[in-house]
């Protein structure tokens, strides 16, 4: 089912030379406009009950709003096709376009699904309409498609087609506030167009009567970025990818934290700050499972989904059970939550929170901004007991969602306080910050300025481990390793156990005075070392595209290798069948 829109500051419905100042639905420009409409519209509008979906464009106008975030309003359209997933959808194509009336920018969305019948497409088009009832897909409100849309441009224009038994049918509806706005109606008229395979050919469906069809395809060809209804049937073969990479936003938002150069690049290049304005990353962390047979085609190249719990560094899971209604089901949440791998170099941090497989709010930071504590945590959660708002970008703020933001902090805490000196912070438990001491003591640690390199390492039960039982309460022995002298530091001991129960969720409440302060020494080595990863990291990504290159010159020769080898082959045959065929010289 393709999709065009306007996007950017062009716009991919205009043509005729009806041109605004901006196709950008934010800055088209107040509702009442000052044209009157021209009578010709008027009296095709006006004078049947042609075939259209109706909405006040005030209702438009207010809907498009709930999107601050253009990343979001494309998560939408692609929960769209997600959701086709179960009716034998294979991908989404996410791409751009250009209106040849007026040479500006249109991105176009594609998939492979079930399509939408001329009824289906009218659903679509009416605000608030959705048959999506099941607990398994994302949409429910019947509303994404008109926001995202109307977010993202200022026209939109979708071809669906449909395969209905032996039915099959093309469907154009064309969404154009531009359209909207020059007529000055009162009403949403969302012109419909319906065909039909019968035959082998292509022919028009009529549901109303044949002038009502002419209109609809009047008003399409004259709004929309197509001027001829051969152009429009054309849009139903598949689209050709370009073979770019990503769609960025223009206004990117310049990395924070870190202190060197090469710090700041490991920062620029974590998902957490890429997923901003880089609509390759977001998509890539938007779905917490990975598809099997479903693939996200962002201009050509598919995205490589990511999960965030296996970037994590010293992982744990925490089963936390929220108390919902006294009459539901109980219900229990798994909590990934772990150091980041670049830890503690990066500063981010935050939980992850997803609702029916779909990324809600990414890198939530329910701990305040400026403190230690919780530094470089980050956590992975699917949270389907609670109701995401219109956006999908965050959750309604119920008293359900207010406790569990203080279970997700009291976890962060309760861990950061357990396992913190595993990326260089002296610990914040009494007992274990004293033992930690002596053993950097006993390993003849000098302090700061020693040139030891000193790394960590934890193991569960004699078994090296990054996930640790499944339950809040656990010990664990830690060992800590001297890498320059090669011997081991024996283990200092068991970690205290902690409760589930929220205990002093009050930030303000805890004073950890030098406790979270960081061992300037191995704050440093560890940057050392975090920083060659990060550099070996990119050149053997290098290497491996150069190496890729190669591969495939190399199957090209051989392949060309082949073929000249079956040529001569050929040849020789030939050659041996004709001297065969020759009498014996006399």
């Known amino acids: ?8 500051t062009g716009g991919a419905g205009g043509g005729g030379g009806r041109a605004l100042d901006c196709r950008s639905f934010w800055k088209a420009g107040a509702f009442e406009s000052a044209s009157a409409p021209s009578r010709e519209f008027h009296d095709a509008l006006e004078a049947g009950d042609f075939d259209r979906a109706r909405v006040h464009p005030k209702f438009l106008h207010t809907n498009a709003t709930s999107h601050k975030w253009a990343f979001g309003a494309i998560a939408e359209l692609l929960d769209n096709a997600v959701d086709e997933i179960c009716n034998g959808a294979t991908f989404i194509k996410v791409d751009k376009s250009v209106n040849l009336k007026d040479n500006s920018t249109m991105l176009v969305f594609q ?3 079930g399509g939408m019948d001329p009824e289906g497409v009218r659903r679509c088009m009416s605000l608030g309409f959705s048959t999506k009832k099941s607990k398994k897909t994302i949409g429910q409100y019947g509303n994404g498609f008109k926001t995202s849309t109307m977010r993202l441009g200022a026209d939109a224009i979708v071809f669906t087609r449909a395969n ?8 154009i509806g064309l969404l154009s506030y531009t359209f909207l706005r020059r007529t000055m109606k009162d009403d949403i008229v969302v012109p419909m167009l319906d065909f039909k395979i019968q035959d082998g050919h292509i022919v028009p469906l009529v549901y ?8 609809s395809l009047k008003i399409i060809l004259e709004w929309s970025p197509f001027s001829s209804k051969e152009e429009l049937l054309q849009q139903f073969k598949d689209i050709v990818s370009h073979g770019t990479k990503d769609i960025l936003l223009r206004d990117q938002d310049k990395a924070s934290g870190g202190v060197t150069k090469a710090q700041k690049e490991i920062v620029q290049q974590h998902i957490s700050h890429r997923l901003r304005f880089s609509l390759r990353a977001y998509t890539s962390i938007l779905y ?15 995205v490589e989904q990511i999960r965030i719990a296996d970037e994590l560094k010293f992982k744990k899971l925490v089963t936390y059970k929220p108390q919902v209604a006294h009459d539901s089901q109980v219900v229990s949440v798994k909590v990934d939550v772990g150091f980041a791998k670049e830890a503690p170099v990066l500063g981010i941090f935050g939980m992850n929170v997803y609702h029916k497989n779909r990324l809600i709010m990414p890198f939530w930071k329910v701990l305040q901004e400026g403190s230690s504590r919780g530094r470089s945590v980050v956590g992975v959660l699917e949270a389907n007991f609670i109701e995401p708002a219109h956006d999908k970008q965050d959750f309604e703020r119920t008293p359900l969602f207010i406790r569990l933001e203080a279970k997700l902090r009291q976890i962060i805490l309760d861990y950061w306080k357990e396992k913190c000196h595993l ?18 003591k006993d390993s003849g640690n000098p302090g700061p300025k020693s040139q030891q390199k000193a790394s960590t390492s934890r193991r569960t039960g004699g078994h090296t481990s990054n996930l640790l039982p499944e339950t ?8 800590l390793t001297a890498n320059g002298s090669g011997s081991r530091v024996r283990s200092f001991g068991q970690a205290q156990e902690n409760s589930m129960e929220p205990v002093g969720l009050d930030e303000n409440s805890v004073d950890i005075g030098s406790e979270g302060a960081l061992d300037p020494y191995i704050m440093e080595k560890l940057s050392e070392e975090n920083i060659g990863l990060f550099t070996r990291r990119e050149e053997l990504r290098q290497r491996d595209t150069q190496l890729r290159q190669t591969v495939g010159e190399l199957e090209q020769q051989l392949a060309e290798t082949k073929r000249k080898c079956a040529q001569l082959a050929d040849d020789l045959r030939i050659r041996k069948s004709q001297q065969q065929q020759q009498p014996p010289y006399i």
């Open 164 to 171: 209905r038994g032996s039915n099959v049918t093309l469907s």
């Open 423 to 440: 990326i260089g912070y002296q610990p914040v438990d009494p007992q274990l910050r004293s033992q930690y001491k002596a053993a950097l």
């Open 208 to 215: 109303g009567s044949q002038g009502d069809w002419d209109s």
């Open 1 to 8: 089912m393709p999709a065009a829109m306007a996007g950017g």
């Open 288 to 302: 917490l499972k990975k598809f099997e047979n479903f693939q996200i085609i962002l201009r050509g190249k598919p």
């Open 111 to 113: 998939d492979d699904g």
């Open 472 to 479: 809040y309460d656990d010990t664990e022995v830690i060992g």
